[in-house]
């Protein structure tokens, strides 16, 4: 099973760190933000990952290189400055990707997301006839309102109970065969358009999850990275 982190947001509230450095690079603790997602997934058995990057990308190639120092073969897909979106980064990534159901990682999230559950997920989407499975979490203070509800082991757009999507999913490759490659298309119309044909199943994580979209949560990843 292959894995796509997403890196290719340019960071505009964490400006000025990100007019120099690309996000998923800056520091915390030990390691740059994404190095964080490369050394969890080698442990989860993951050996394939695709980087997806846009603005200053290509210091990304320049660090992470092939992967080899964490233990994964690394494949690039370049968008550009402008970047594409969730969707039309993924949608442009298909051909790295394959055939089969993928693990996404948003690269500016810092978790303890057990990604080996991938494969398990990957199984139980067949079964389902589901094209996405999404790891949902408690509501941040930055997001009240939540973005989706569960409703057993479907997610739905609305429900009594709010919670805010991680970044993470298991995606069938058949969830963007209608968005076009090169072209920026956001994801989640096509997630809303899946759940209304109950089409995406999900589950809530209740560990470490931190969206690192400001300077101030840059810090927090810090403190909580320092020791590990």
């Known amino acids: 099973m292959k894995a796509m982190i997403l890196a290719a947001g340019r960071g505009e509230r ?18 740059p933000l994404i190095g964080w997602h490369l050394r969890r997934l080698q442990q989860a058995g993951f ?5 997806n990057h846009a603005w200053l ?16 073969h690394i494949a690039y ?4 400055a402008q ?7 993924i949608a442009t990534a298909l051909p790295l990707l394959g055939d089969a159901p993928f693990l996404v990682i948003n690269g500016d999230v810092l978790t303890d997301i057990d990604f080996a559950q991938a494969t398990r997920i ?21 997001n009240p309102n939540g973005d989706f509800g569960l409703d057993g082991e479907h997610v739905v757009s609305h429900a009594d109970t709010q919670y805010t999507f991680s970044g993470c999913g ?12 090169h072209q920026a298309a956001k994801l989640a119309p096509l997630l809303r358009t899946a759940m209304a044909e ?22 927090q990843a810090n403190a909580l990275m320092q020791h590990a």
């Open 14 to 31: 964490m400006r000025p760190l990100t007019d120099t450095t690309p996000k998923p690079l800056l520091p915390v603790g030990r390691e």
């Open 47 to 51: 050996t394939e990952v695709v980087i």
């Open 57 to 72: 990308g290509q210091q990304i190639e320049d660090v992470l290189q092939d992967g080899r120092d964490y233990g994964v």
């Open 77 to 80: 897909s370049p968008e550009g």
């Open 83 to 89: 970047g594409l979106e969730t969707a039309g980064g």
């Open 122 to 142: 990957a199984a139980q989407m067949a079964t389902n006839n589901a094209l996405a499975h999404l790891w949902l979490v408690n509501n941040p203070d930055h």
């Open 170 to 181: 298991v995606y069938h490759p058949a969830l963007f065969q209608h968005t076009p490659a």
């Open 198 to 219: 109950q089409q995406v199943t999900g589950h809530k994580h209740t560990g470490l999850w931190l969206d690192v979209g400001t300077v101030e949560r840059l810090q």
